[in-house]
């Protein structure tokens, strides 16, 4: 589909492909204790998956919404 969009993707050569599943959590880390990301806190809560279910439930929400993707933008 990028490709058809003109849009240029290049995918990592490993495999399983990586997904968001953690950057997703360290969000929701960020979002209850303020956007203040220590990394003793955002790795207790990687170790105790506190934000695990919220992953799913999210994708599932947007599955029920018929959202297939997000914008992102990069920075350097």
Do not use: D
């Not at 207790?44 to 919220?54: I, L, N, P, Q, V």
């Amino acid at each position: 589909m990028a490709e058809r969009m003109g849009v240029p993707i290049t995918l990592p050569h490993v495999s399983p492909q990586p997904y968001t599943r953690l950057a997703f959590q360290g969000c929701q880390y960020a979002k209850e204790n303020g956007k203040a990301i220590g990394s003793s806190g955002i790795q207790g809560s990687y170790e105790t998956g506190k934000y695990k279910e919220a992953h799913p439930q999210a994708l599932e929400h947007a599955n029920s919404e018929n959202i297939i993707s997000v914008p992102h933008f990069r920075y350097w």
